[in-house]
């Protein structure tokens, strides 16, 4: 029968190593992203790097390519963070819904404007196609519209008020983590991205130069106000209303990670 005491030992130890990775009370949640893009690289690093894991949260990490799609599935439960568009966010907080922003991702525009050589200024654009000439970062022209946001839906993150903070905690770790190691973010980028390391490596030195992703993960209030007037301008928010930020916006998840935790 020494075998068998030998197979309950051995079980025994694969099944304590197991509990050991995996942290008590560990909650499951979904994460929608629209793409692959650089901004997600401090989701990424704080996940390879178990600071997920540590907030007692076990993620799993879906792209959709469609943040239609991703706002439906918040609703419906399918997930429970995304970090994606705010204009369907906005729209749907001023139609009286429950999607809601609650940190901030890119508050800046990361797009450069291409050009054939002999157009030099925007007003060239007019009737032309676009080609070969670098105009600029549209920073230049738009400098602050919110890009990209850590959006859910405010019942759910209500209920749920310990694992939403937890979450951000463990993303801004992930963001010092990309400043502080940018080599090791460059690999983790080029990997997730499928691109070059020097390219990968590019993206990061561009983002952090532009200061497109906030530190703090604040929502950018002028970016956030120029999304709302752009939806104004093509009908989608009633002409009359006015910019509301905390209408869009709950502080209170980001504000309490500053706050000292509790005993978990």
């Known amino acids: ?72 599935d918040l609703r419906a439960g399918r997930v429970q963070i995304a970090v994606s568009t705010p204009e369907s966010v906005v729209v749907d907080a001023y139609r009286g819904g429950s999607l809601r922003i609650v940190a901030g991702n890119a508050a800046k525009l990361p797009h450069f404007i291409i050009a054939r050589p002999e157009i030099r200024a925007l007003e060239h654009l007019r009737g032309a196609r676009f080609g070969f000439n670098n105009l600029g970062a549209m920073l230049k022209y738009i400098p602050d519209y919110q890009f990209t946001s850590v959006n859910v839906d405010a019942t759910w993150a209500s209920q ?64 956030l106000s120029y999304v709302f007037e752009s939806l104004k301008s093509v009908g989608l928010i009633p002409p009359d209303d006015a910019f509301d930020f905390l209408k869009v916006v709950d502080q209170a998840y980001l504000a309490a990670i500053a706050r000292p935790r509790g005993p978990r």
């Not at 509990?19 to 390879?48: C, N, Q």
């Open 1 to 72: 029968m020494k075998w068998w005491w030998r197979c309950c030992l051995a079980l025994a130890l694969m099944l304590s190593a197991i509990l050991a990775v995996i942290p008590a009370g560990s909650a499951e949640m979904k994460v929608a992203i629209v793409s692959r893009t650089v901004f997600y690289v401090p989701l990424w690093i704080a996940d390879h790097a178990g600071y997920f894991k540590e907030e007692g949260l076990e993620l799993a990490i879906e792209v959709y390519d469609n943040a239609e799609r991703i706002n439906e």
């Open 160 to 223: 749920n008020r310990d694992l939403v903070v937890a979450f951000l905690r463990a993303l801004r770790r992930g963001q010092a983590r990309m400043q502080s190691d940018p080599t090791q973010a460059a690999e983790l980028a080029a990997q997730e991205l499928k691109t070059s390391l020097a390219f990968a490596r590019r993206a990061l030195e561009e983002t952090a130069t532009l200061k497109i992703l906030p530190e703090d993960l604040s929502v950018s209030r002028p970016g």
